[in-house]
Nanobody, 115 residues
Framework: QVQPVESGGGLVQAGGSLRLSCAASGITLSSNVVAWYRQAPGKQRELVAT???????NYVNSVKGRFTISRDNAKNTVYLQMNSLKPEDTAVYYC?????????WGRGTQVTVSS
């Protein structure tokens, strides 16, 4: 059973940075679409960023210019670099691997941004 694993969350002050990692055994992440989602308290889950098998990336407008999704093929890991963090970025961040015929979710990592 595929289980993506997120790491790198934590508590950071506004304006700070964090780098989240998504790793998964049994899947070559570069062959699939990998996405980062987040769910803030009292809000619906939203798509934050995606990276395709060819390296194309997309971002939700609220994080453009601040977040960068990337992939290290040698480590089979996808990253989400988050800079200039704002309190509204506070959420549980989830990694999702879309294999086309199946989607796999991690259990999430908490990101808390204080004022």
């Amino acid at each position: 059973q595929v289980q993506p694993v997120e790491s790198g969350g934590g508590l950071v002050q506004a304006g700070g940075s964090l780098r989240l990692s998504c790793a998964a055994s049994g899947i070559t992440l570069s062959s699939n679409v990998v996405a980062w989602y987040r769910q803030a308290p009292g809000k619906q889950r939203e798509l934050v960023a995606t990276i395709g098998s060819g390296g194309s990336t997309n971002y939700v407008n609220s994080v453009k210019g601040r977040f960068t999704i990337s992939r290290d093929n040698a480590k089979n890991t996808v990253y989400l670099q988050m800079n200039s963090l704002k309190p509204e970025d506070t959420a549980v961040y989830y990694c999702n691997v879309d294999m086309g015929w199946a989607r796999y979710w991690g259990r999430g990592t908490q990101v808390t941004v204080s004022s």
